[in-house]
């Protein structure tokens, strides 16, 4: 199987910046799906941004698209969410995940799962 395990949530000030890690292990694939989504109390799991292992391709939400940037590193088998211009509403569980297929967009495509870190966006 594969394991994920995020890193580098915490408490961060309106319009500051926090880096969030994925690291997977196990049975991988080069041409695995890396996302991030998040998941506000009370609020539904929503996409956030894909890239694939292979070539480094991404996509975004909208609700991030020019704030959120996605990357991988292949050789540590590390995937990074570099998180700017940070708001309240972007406080939420984070949470990586893996897919079979490039690109994936909802829930239900991803087969893994990482336990998720807390992000706090203060004002």
């Known amino acids: 199987q594969v394991q994920l395990v995020e890193s580098g949530g915490g408490l961060v000030q309106a319009g500051g910046s926090l880096r969030l890690s994925c690291a997977a292990s196990?049975?991988?694939?080069?041409?695995?799906?890396m996302g991030w989504f998040r998941q506000a109390p009370g609020k539904e799991r929503e996409f956030l941004a894909t890239?694939?292992?292979?070539?480094?391709?991404?996509f975004y939400a909208d609700s991030v698209k020019g704030r959120f940037t996605i990357s991988r590193n292949n050789a540590k088998n590390t995937v990074h969410l570099q998180m700017n211009s940070l708001k309240p509403e972007d406080t939420a569980v984070y949470y990586c995940?893996?897919?079979?297929?490039?690109?994936?967009?909802?829930?239900?495509?991803?087969?893994?799962w990482g336990q998720g870190t807390q992000v706090t966006v203060s004002s």
């Open positions: 196990g049975r991988t694939f080069s041409s695995y799906a």
């Open positions: 995940a893996a897919a079979p297929r490039f690109p994936s967009f909802t829930l239900g495509e991803y087969d893994y």
């Open positions: 890239i694939n292992w292979s070539r480094g391709r991404t």
